[in-house]
């Protein structure tokens, strides 16, 4: 694929490979991981010994299960429901659940191993773990969703709890979905057991910018990587994939520091609007009436909706990929590199492919991959924990700050620990290795478990 990896690490790869077959999008963040450990075990020989990173790569528990439910003419579906419950060195498993047809064990595993990395980065005790279903609720009644969240919590409840595993949302799960499970999971437990789950609504315990958190965070981190070289945001052009919660927020906080978006997407086309987006009437389409993008360009004079449109191919300064993995590849890479783009941050989870990474890294623009770049969403979640285990409910400006310095940390942690092992300004690097280091001194502290 990439790079050849250090000798000690190949036979863990080629294991990884043979214990998990065709599951291709774990293979690939695994081995993405495993290209920037080699400085670490040369450094720390212990984690060998340990074997942690044989240990890092094999979930602690698996959950695979059916889902069965009516839809509303009364036909009966069964769907396949997952919960990886990665690592919990750090503190209970923590993250999100997906709904969407391309879901099966391999995409779950990859988001629960990046979960861990991620989640070690925030600097709060959460573990990893990440779970789904095959479940496509495009075009579904709201009494649909309920029934399928209600089948599939009648199974998941057992497996959760605030201080084993707390999920949250992820595509295809915001807050309605997050008011169904959490709803069954108090009727069948008969506990009002606030900090199960996180996403939740503001009048029910639910952290005021948690909405916000992933989209913001992301930006507030290309505000960083750019600080770090001298530039700003202010009057750069942006683009940003996708147009649900986090390229919603990453629009927004794009704006507030002065950049103009001119561009987003959902999976069936994009828009480009060179005025600049009006997120009000993003938000009113996505958030309020459940419809597709291209209604904008119907309601907004000037703007274009290109159907199957590459948004990769819009000249931009800083590119935001906030819809879904490998959906920004090498050829992206290379016309947005050509195209004069400076700064990359992916809000979603791994969207650029190990070849368009390589392009970007060779071309020294700043890319600030998912692990780092979109913590602020689950680093919210923790804090929204925080609110439930001291039953308090803190202002919305208050969790911005406390986001805002999370993100500013990350960066940092980040920026001096490439720095450290001889790789500057390689944020892959950083983030990977300073996540690995503090589960690494967990697992060990705790011995062979
Ligand atoms: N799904 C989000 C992520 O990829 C958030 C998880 C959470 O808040 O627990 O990090």
Not at 161 to 173: K, L, M, N, Q, S
Not at 215 to 229: C, D, I, N, P, S
Request: charged fraction near 25%.
């Amino acid at each position: 694929m990439t790079a050849p990896l250090d000798e000690k690490l190949e036979p863990i790869y080629q294991d990884v490979l043979r214990r998990n077959p065709g599951e291709t999008e774990f293979h690939q963040a695994v081995r993405e991981v495993l290209e920037t450990l080699g400085p670490v075990l040369v450094k720390y020989p212990e984690f060998a010994e340990h074997k942690v990173i044989q240990r890092i790569c094999e979930p602690e528990r698996q959950i695979i299960f059916r889902v069965p439910w009516e839809d509303d003419k009364g036909e009966t579906h069964i769907n396949r429901a997952f919960r990886v419950e990665f690592n919990s060195a750090l503190g209970p498993y923590k993250g999100g659940l997906r709904f969407h047809p391309s879901v099966y064990l391999g995409i779950i595993k990859f988001l629960g191993f990046e979960q861990v990395f991620k989640n070690s980065l925030t600097g709060l005790p959460i573990g990893g773990g990440k779970g789904g279903s095959d479940f496509d609720p495009k075009g579904r009644s709201d009494s649909e969703i309920m029934r399928f969240c209600q089948s599939l919590m009648t199974e998941l409840y057992r497996h959760l709890g605030e201080y084993t595993d707390v999920p949250a949302g992820d595509i295809g799960v915001g807050q309605r979905e997050i008011g169904y499970l959490f709803g069954q999971y108090k009727r069948i437990t008969n506990r009002y057991e606030s900090a199960v789950f996180t996403g939740k609504g503001l009048d029910w315990g639910g952290s005021r910018a948690r909405r916000e958190a992933t989209g913001y965070g992301t930006v507030y981190f290309v505000h960083e990587m750019l600080k770090a070289r001298s530039e700003e945001l202010d009057g750069k052009t942006c683009i940003v994939s996708g147009s649900g919660n986090v390229a919603i927020y990453a629009m927004q906080k794009a704006m507030q520091l002065g950049a103009k978006v001119i561009a987003c997407s959902d999976s069936s086309g994009m828009v480009v609007d060179e005025k600049g987006i009006d997120l009000k009437l993003v938000r009113r389409i996505k958030e309020v009436e459940r419809r597709r993008i291209s209604v904008y360009a119907e309601e907004k004079k000037g703007a274009r909706y290109i159907e199957d449109g590459n948004i990769w191919t819009i000249p931009c300064d800083v590119a935001l990929p906030c819809a879904t993995q490998n959906e920004l590849t090498a050829k992206d890479a290379k016309k947005l590199v050509e195209q004069g783009c400076i700064a990359v941050a992916e809000g979603a989870n791994m969207p650029t492919t190990p070849e368009g990474i390589r392009i970007f890294k060779d071309a020294g623009i700043a890319f600030g991959p998912g692990k780092a770049a979109n913590a602020g969403g689950v680093a919210t979640s923790a804090l929204e924990m925080q609110q439930n285990a001291s039953r308090d409910s803190w202002t919305f400006e208050f969790t911005e700050k406390r986001l805002e310095e999370i993100m500013v940390n990350i960066h940092n942690d980040c920026f001096e620990t490439a720095d450290e092992f001889g790789e500057p300004d390689n944020y892959v690097v950083g983030a990977n290795i300073a996540g690995f280091l503090r589960v690494s001194r967990a697992m060990v502290a705790m011995g062979l478990i």
